[in-house]
């Protein structure tokens, strides 16, 4: 039972470049999250999915595109990245879309855009 | 979702027990309060939650003041592994969007040898 896991660890990027973020989970929830993460900033949502076949915006989805592809994989898509995109990315998922469930997160992705 | 205020940081000994502080006191009827962590470059990791009884897990325990106004986590045997950000939140049930998390700065709690 791995829980959460994110591919890549650490990704470095130049500006206008794109790639895919993975995340994926084993513990057959329902909902998944990514946020990132800056310095002083604390986490800031980009997009969630509440079950499978369903994406919604978060606080910060400007940049970023999201598929829900199965029940357990949710990747986070950067199609021209930008230097304010460099942060650490983490990917959640919970049971329930409740705010009282669990969340339950992956390491993270490094993402440094030049 | 109530405020919450906490310490910027504490330290305490290994082996000890260590008490982190938190502060809710606008804190409604309907919410709970929500322990997490986060240690150095991870991601964040549930803890313990409550409402108004006090809980423990193998991880901590919670202790809440009887008006909910305040509660305090226990690591009860302290290792350099818990130097961690200690984040309480308190939130209400909420679907969607409004599910996100949403962590304030937290405690540092440093573990000494």
């Known amino acids: 039972n791995a829980g959460v896991t994110q591919t890549p660890k650490f990704q470095v990027l130049k500006t206008g470049q794109s790639m895919t973020l993975q995340c994926a989970q084993d513990?057959?929830?329902?909902?998944m999250y990514w946020y990132r993460q800056d310095p002083g900033m604390g986490l800031r949502l980009i997009y969630y999915?509440?079950?499978?076949?369903?994406?919604d915006k978060g606080e910060v989805p400007n940049g970023y595109n999201v598929s829900r592809l199965n029940k357990r994989e949710f990747s986070l898509r950067l199609e021209s990245a930008a230097p304010s995109q460099t942060s650490v990315y983490f990917c959640?998922?919970?049971?329930?879309?409740?705010?009282?469930?669990?969340?339950?997160f992956g390491p993270g992705t490094r993402l440094t855009v030049l | 979702d109530a405020k919450t205020t906490q310490p910027p940081s504490m330290d305490c000994a290994e082996g000890r027990a260590a008490n982190l502080p938190c502060n809710h006191s606008?804190?409604?009827?309907?919410?709970?309060v929500y322990w997490y962590r986060q240690i150095h470059s991870q991601g964040p990791q549930y803890i313990i939650h409550?409402?108004?009884n006090n809980e423990t897990n193998e991880m901590a325990s919670l202790i809440i003041t009887e008006d909910r106004k305040s509660s305090t986590l226990i690591l009860p045997h302290a290792t350099l592994r818990d130097t961690a950000v200690y984040y309480c939140?308190?939130?209400?049930?909420?679907?969607?969007?409004?599910?996100?998390?949403?962590f304030g700065k937290g405690i540092t709690l440093s573990v000494r040898p």
């Open positions: 959640a998922s919970s049971r329930t879309g409740f705010s009282t469930d669990t969340q339950y």
């Open positions: 513990m057959n929830h329902n909902s």
């Open positions: 999915s509440a079950s499978e076949g369903t994406t």
């Open positions: 606008t804190i409604s009827g309907n919410e709970y």
């Open positions: 409550g409402l108004k």
């Open positions: 939140i308190v939130r209400v049930s909420f679907t969607g969007a409004n599910s996100k998390l949403t």
